[in-house]
Nanobody
Framework: QVQLVESGGGLVETDGSQRLSCAASGRTFGTYHIGWFRQAPGKEREFVSAISASGGTTSYADSVKGRFTISRDNAKNTAYLQMNNLQPEDTAVYYC????????????????????WGQGTQVTVSS
């Protein structure tokens, strides 16, 4: 399994921007689809965005579409989540997750299909 570590969280003002990184160990990062999820206090973990192993396919939750951009650099074993126009409702712990490309892309928004998870990074948007 790939091991993942998120970074880049912190406190940001409303309408500000932040970029999260998801660094992976090992030489097989390029064979893993990556998803970003978030969990706010008292709420269930929710899908934010996903990118295919090659980077050729991406998907976004409606709540972040047009504001967030997912990308990856397989040479650096890192995925990114660029977040613009942040709002207080974006406050949450953000997690990156990985699953092997042999698993169908179809269920990219389901947390249960990702066996590898990072520890999470807190993003707080002040109003």
């Amino acid at each position: 399994q790939v091991q993942l570590v998120e970074s880049g969280g912190g406190l940001v003002e409303t309408d500000g921007s932040q970029r999260l990184s998801c660094a992976a160990s090992g030489r097989t990062f390029g064979t893993y689809h990556i998803g970003w999820f978030r969990q706010a206090p008292g709420k269930e973990r929710e899908f934010v965005s996903a990118i295919s192993a090659s980077g050729g396919t991406t998907s976004y939750a409606d709540s972040v579409k047009g504001r967030f951009t997912i990308s990856r650099d397989n040479a650096k074993n890192t995925a990114y989540l660029q977040m613009n126009n942040l709002q207080p409702e974006d406050t949450a712990v953000y997690y990156c997750a990985g699953r092997h490309w042999s698993v169908s892309w179809t269920d990219y928004a389901l947390a249960r299909v990702y066996p590898s998870w990072g520890q999470g990074t807190q993003v707080t948007v002040s109003s």
